[in-house]
């Protein structure tokens, strides 16, 4: 049975409410356990090795993760650099505004992320008309339009797909044979 | 008496509408010529280089500016390439969605500013709650909320002063003695 | 039986030169088919799509792909977007200088494959000493260090093994596996 | 008087170096004040708040800064936030490897600084054949080349030449003034 782990840091409550929104969505997917952890939880670390995928989450704080999250993979997770190699990944991030640095900050996390030998990836598809989470999910402040919140959610089921289909070798996860018909919103 | 280039590239004339938006911001600057320009004009290349700041505005497309806004670079730019250090430029970008990778495309057009010699910057301030433009100003499809439309002129505005204050050596258009008291709104 | 393309463009031949050694990597790992192509060629696209994972190769310029590399995924992929969810891929990039944008480059090949849908990775281990190709393999003009011919290697071999792994679900292919001891040279 | 400060972290001594060389050329321009200060210091974040521009070094860890050189930025320099607009800036990093992620660290070094709406610029020029430092300048371990020496030195020296020339207002401190006939090694 595939495991996917919320990793997140969150200062202000915004970046966990997007973590238990992608969790919601990596619990779509049949067969795949799913947990969500703060990384000043003990287990952190323990939590993300074990898990075949993992969402990382932090507060966009001038363009960068929070220096706490950075800390956590320097401190934390440095032990296990080389052990990982082949795990699934996605990042997602809360800024203060638009234009604010969230896209930049998935950018960060996704480096540290293929550092340590994961797989990263996006969303291909649109949520709505206006919003995506191509190279990782996006909220302004607390995600509450609908549209952010599909885009956390979709993005934990598009990791617990990968998970499924490649980790688990159950071909039937891939999106492609779940979701057949998806397109572009016109 | 300083001058600002507005250098786009459109396809659906999203970008476009950002870049008179750009301009009219610049605008709000005394002693500051202002020219738009597209790149497939015959003399994109000379109004680029003549300008002492340029805004450089681009679709977000697949993450990294458009092709021909590369080959405008790659080209018509190129020899120019040494004799350009020391303007002072800024960069936006529309995209199809939030999450959609405007942030990332401005961060790629500071790249390839940055190897010419310009100096980058971004806006500092919010422009609103929720809207700033901290590397770059972005939007979806066409510019239409009045707080992304604000984020386009005041980058603008900025531009212009950064363009005032340092080549045109007028310490009265630097941003902190214009607007002594900004703040981040609450 | 999987299939590797590595798919390239290339001014002075130094690109076309990695992509080779990248080619070279990808036939360590048995059982996977491997094609190496420019994307001038008129099955460039057809070759990409059919494969289970590319490497994606283009010069540094300006620290992003060449525009010929942009104009390829704009206008020969676009028609594919949303049809290649969860292939595998990694970038290479030929600088003129260290410290001239090549992981930038990567970078943004990285960001337009994760646009596509794909999953993209880095190696994790170092090839000597002073080597690595944590997001994508890089050169100064043609690859002629061994180091740097090494981390082509290995990054072709890296991305052979996932798609054997993942796509060929073959668990005997995953470097884990495959390479138990890898370890940081001291 | 314009005054640079070299702001840096270092674990190995090897980002120290490159600072050394780094404030060595700003000292190449008359009439600029340098001082080198560690992150660690107590009045690190008076001495880059007081300064006009400012080089900022970080060791390449994981593709992004230390967690001490964001946590400086979080909070020591939090509380100087829009006061310190227009200042200009740069950055360097030394990493394990080639292809280790020095470039990236400078991006996300250049995307801090742009946050706090400081200009920031890398090289336009080579400084040998094969050695550049267009975002930034980078280093494999201790910089012992000349060559890259020399680029943490010419890094430095165009900060302090813009420093003069846009915030002391001496036209002659422009480097296209200073150094006319530069050109790319052929």
């Known amino acids: 049975m595939g495991r996917v782990a919320v990793v997140y840091d969150s200062l202000s409550g915004n970046t966990?409410?997007?973590?238990?929104?992608?969790?919601?969505?990596?619990?779509?997917?049949?067969?795949?356990?799913?947990?969500v952890v703060n990384i000043a939880e003990p287990d952190a670390a323990e939590v993300a090795c074990r898990a075949d995928g993992i969402a990382l989450g932090s507060p966009t704080n001038l363009g960068v993760m929070s220096w706490r999250m950075k800390q956590f993979w320097d401190e934390k997770m440095g032990p296990y650099w080389m052990q990982l190699d082949g795990k699934i990944a996605c990042a997602f991030s809360s800024a203060g505004a638009w234009g604010?640095?969230?896209?930049?900050?998935?950018?960060?996390?996704?480096?540290?992320?293929?550092?340590?030998?994961f797989l990263t990836f996006g969303l291909t598809d649109y949520v709505s008309k206006t919003a995506s989470a191509h190279y990782g999910a996006i909220a302004v402040r607390?995600?509450?339009?609908?549209?952010?919140?599909?885009?956390?959610?979709k993005l934990g089921e598009r990791l617990a797909e990968w998970v499924g289909a490649y980790i688990d070798r159950n071909p039937d996860l891939h999106p492609l044979v779940r979701e057949p018909g998806r397109k572009r919103p016109s």
């Open 100 to 117: 604010g640095g969230s896209e930049i900050t998935c950018q960060a996390l996704n480096t540290v992320l293929m550092n340590f030998g």
């Open 142 to 153: 607390e995600p509450r339009e609908e549209e952010v919140k599909e885009a956390c959610r």
């Open 16 to 35: 966990q409410k997007m973590a238990e929104l992608v969790a919601e969505g990596a619990r779509r997917v049949e067969g795949i356990e799913v947990r």
